[in-house]
């Protein structure tokens, strides 16, 4: 389960704020956001 303060967020989410250029280090470990990152072809 994820914390409370996060249990509005989803990866549908976050994959969508990256995939417009957004800052997503503050919800995501660096790993994952490398990896979405190069998946939209960004770093």
């Known amino acids: 389960m994820p914390h409370e303060k996060y249990t509005y967020l989803n990866s549908s989410i976050v994959r969508e704020l990256a995939s417009y250029g957004g ?12 990896a979405i990152l190069a998946k939209f072809g960004m770093k």
């Open 23 to 34: 800052d997503i280090s503050y919800f995501v470990p660096p790993i994952v956001e490398k």
